[in-house]
């Protein structure tokens, strides 16, 4: 079995983080490292994890962002496969063996599905996987960070995460290993997300607004076609703006449209609406059909 080490960025998160932690300590197939790179916390996060977890390694740096979080993590491991965990996330105790289980020759990269704040169902035996593209990527971020098991070669060939696109770096980050690798995803829950109260997932505003840096840095070196490139970038803001609109939130659903349009992409529009946002608003109402 290949050695893995295991990167957790935290900031704040003592409350969170000894789950987080057990969840690693728990798994079926054994971890060689643990580190947690206390990212400035002010609440006593790098201190409790040493008292409790004295096989953890602690490194503690001044607060900038999750993406040097990481990328300081990366530079101290050790383990041939790196496996992302935020310290407010849990994974599914098989986690690591269901992504060994489907690595093949020429996968760099695994990931799979999460759930939010339910309870982990056995994992079939074999895990069910899929294979994704550079454009299956472009045209939705396909998982979560906590979910991603990756080559260290890979992650250090591409520099880590980029703090430029904070907000958007893990989905930058998948791309560009889209380019180097296969990617598989194990189509099973492996992780819980946990909804806090200052997770970067509660503003979809700076979600939205971060996601438009991160685009402008592929749309010149894209693996697509700039026709597709701009449909796709289109049908980012229709979903976006559809989701302002479902908040109530009609000035910034007018500023996702007018910048649309100051973006010369309107003549995408007939593309990007039926099909990329008509099928996705339909898999949704299914998916609401059935829960």
Do not use: C
Request: hydrophobic content about 45%; overall charge neutral; charged content about 25%.
């Amino acid at each position: 079995m290949a050695s893995i080490s295991v990167v957790i960025p935290a900031y704040n998160a003592q409350d969170t983080i000894v789950e987080a932690l057990r969840s690693v300590l728990r798994q079926s197939v054994a971890v060689e490292q643990i580190i947690v790179v206390d990212d400035g916390s002010t609440d006593g996060t790098a201190q409790l994890v040493r008292e409790q977890f004295p096989q953890v390694l602690v490194e503690q740096i001044s607060n900038g962002g999750p993406s040097r979080a990481r990328n300081h993590g990366l530079q101290l491991a050790t383990g041939a496969w790196i496996a992302f965990l935020d310290a407010d996330d849990r994974w599914h105790p098989n986690k690591m063996a269901a992504q060994m289980d489907v690595v093949e020759d020429g996968v760099e990269l695994l990931a799979s599905d999460w759930v939010r704040g339910e309870r982990f169902a056995p994992v079939p035996h074999p895990p069910p996987k899929s294979h994704l593209t550079y454009r299956d990527l472009l045209s939705l971020n396909q998982f979560q960070t906590s979910t991603v098991l990756m080559t260290r070669r890979l992650a250090l060939a591409l520099g880590g995460f980029d703090s430029a696109v904070d907000g958007a770096e893990d989905w930058d980050f998948w791309l560009r290993a889209a380019r180097e690798t296969s990617i598989v995803k194990v189509d099973w829950p492996l992780v819980q997300y946990r909804d806090v109260p200052t997770g970067y997932s509660k503003d979809v505003w700076r979600v939205y607004a971060t996601m438009q840096p991160m685009l402008d840095k592929h749309r010149d070196n894209a693996l697509i076609s700039h026709r597709d490139f701009s449909t796709l970038e289109e049908w980012h803001h229709l979903r976006f703006g559809v989701a302002f609109i479902l908040a109530h939130d009609s000035g910034h659903a007018k500023k996702a449209w007018r910048n649309a349009v100051r973006r010369s992409l309107l003549p995408y529009l007939p593309r990007a609406f039926f099909g990329y946002l008509l099928p996705f608003l339909m898999r949704r109402v299914r998916q609401r059909t059935h829960a």
